[in-house]
């Protein structure tokens, strides 16, 4: 299910976000506009299209806007919110905590919220850990450091272990911060809340670097990945330039989407090739590109690659997962580093390659600029869901507007790079990779 799915057909799907109850508590919050539950964000800014359903006498598809509401069901006096981190890191982890605990405690003087560690894990007794008490000053200077302070773990616990956990501890509002795995663990727990029958708030707030999430246009952490990547791609650029027919790979993170390696290949303009896993690719092509690069007078190259490119090369090797159910990635850089050698060498032609993996320094640097403020808005849009009493969602961001996203919907299909879309044919556009793969090794640079 895509967005495209639901624009074509939206009578199918139902994007409404539930609820533990109905809020009757005046909010506390002043000099704020209000959002009312009837105003939503459109999944299309096409006018045509949005025409069409007017036409037709069909609601436009879109989802919850996010924001401030006039009510709210969960009152802050009694209030016990929990913050969790789950899978790998990402930048601005930290930040998105501070800014739940700064929403909560100063807008709407809540006065207990506790950090949960090392993931899921944390709501399991028997690994032992206790909650971190949070406050404005425990939180002061978190932004300023990567990781999290709460410390993240993979893999599942059992959903009905983990909502005893919050109902022992009065917890009436957790915030899970991770990807598709974390949302879906955050899912079951909504599930088993709701068959209890319990007022309990599950909030999920998108942390994938890969941003890769259905119905959101952008997660935290993605913006600062793509500029720690043109650091680095930088860096192998002037590796490349150093030697005779220099090579400066970089593989860079991207599992199944390869936004990251895309945008900072537009960022950089000194990317010859960018590789992603929506778009196949053959080693004899490659390596006749670069072969082609080098016969047309260039004496270096540039490559990024996804971590999820090319695994069809990789035919005779058998699936791993890790322990949140994502398929393991074989190691495409270590790959094509051999096997471009071995083609240099047989052909007998000289290559120097240099190769760079920044994939742990890119996701545990601390968020930065614009990044860092679109963590704190992530934050405060989550915390006044889950003071309203909205359940079962994930905040997000749509044409430029913070929303409410079912978490079954957001998980329910990766976003990927549309070979025939406009992004891709910039990438195209700024490589002239196309050249050196029909052979006229004409690229730019």
Known sequence: MTQEDILQNPTEYDLSIETVGVGTLKSPLKGL??????EQVSLTTDVKRIKHFYETGTPVPSLEAAGPRETIFHDPAWTRAGIITCGGLCPGLNSVIKGLVQTLWFDYGVRNIFGIPYGYRGLNPKYGYSPKVLNPDVVDAIQEDGGTILGSSRGEQDPAIMVDTLMRLNINILFCIGGDGTLRGAHAIAEEVKKRKQPISIIGIPKTIDNDL????????????VLSATD???????????????????????????????????????VNICLVPEVPFTLEGLCKALESRYDNGKTHAVIAVAEGAGQELFLDQPERKDASGNVLKN??????????????????????IKYFDPSYMVRSTPAK?????????????????????????????????????????????????NPNGNLWHAVLG????????????????
């Open 232 to 270: 680095v791609i930088t860096c192998a650029h002037n590796e490349a330039n150093g030697a005779f027919n220099g090579l400066g790979l970089v593989k860079l993170m991207g599992r199944d989407s390869g936004f990251i390696a895309a945008y900072a290949a537009l960022a950089t303009t000194v």
């Open 214 to 225: 259905n119905l959101i246009d952008r997660t935290f952490g993605f913006e600062t990945a």
């Open 331 to 352: 190691d495409i850089g270590e790959f094509l580093t051999r096997k471009i050698k071995e083609h240099f060498n047989k052909v007998g032609k000289e290559i120097n």
């Open 430 to 445: 700024m490589t002239r990779q196309q050249d050196y793969f029909s052979g006229k090794g004409k690229g730019h640079k």
């Open 33 to 38: 506009q209000y959002v009312s539950d009837s």
């Open 369 to 417: 600029g614009t990044d860092a403020i679109f963590c704190f808005q992530l934050a405060e849009a989550a915390v006044h869901a889950g003071m309203a009493g909205k359940t079962d969602m994930v905040v997000g961001s749509m044409n430029n507007a913070f929303s409410h996203v079912p978490i079954e919907y957001a998980v329910n299909e990766r976003k990927k790079i």
